[in-house]
Nanobody, 127 residues
């Protein structure tokens, strides 16, 4: 069973930076796809960044140029996913999630394309 454990997040003022991390275990050697999402209360999860098996990254327009996703294959059983968030705005306040899938999603930024999820972490940006 693939597991994703998130860390990071917290509170910051407008213009500040935060870094989120996600440790994915049991992905193994097969191709896999990773992504970051966020969710506001009562809203659907919004795809922010998605990483293909070859390492290429797709960003949502809302975070392009401000957020940077990366992955590090620490070993064959542990993979580290990060999201560096800069120039944060109050509208970035949300619960953030990492996600993984073993098959390439048809839409890399669609939440229903991913089967495995982190526990979520709160990010709060104050004005």
């Amino acid at each position: 069973q693939v597991t994703l454990v998130q860390s990071g997040g917290g509170s910051v003022q407008t213009g500040g930076s935060l870094r989120l991390s996600c440790a994915a275990t049991r992905l193994g050697y097969v191709s896999y796809y990773l992504a970051w999402f966020r969710q506001l209360p009562g809203k659907e999860r919004e795809g922010l960044a998605a990483i293909e098996a070859d390492g290429s990254i797709t960003y949502a327009d809302s975070v392009k140029g401000r957020f940077a996703a990366s992955k590090d294959n620490a070993n064959n059983t542990l993979h580290l996913l990060s999201l560096q968030m800069n120039s944060l705005k109050p509208e970035d306040t949300a619960v953030y999630y990492c996600a993984a899938n073993l098959l390439r999603p048809r839409d890399m930024l669609a939440s229903n394309s991913y089967n495995f999820w982190g526990q979520g972490t709160q990010v709060t940006v104050s004005s």
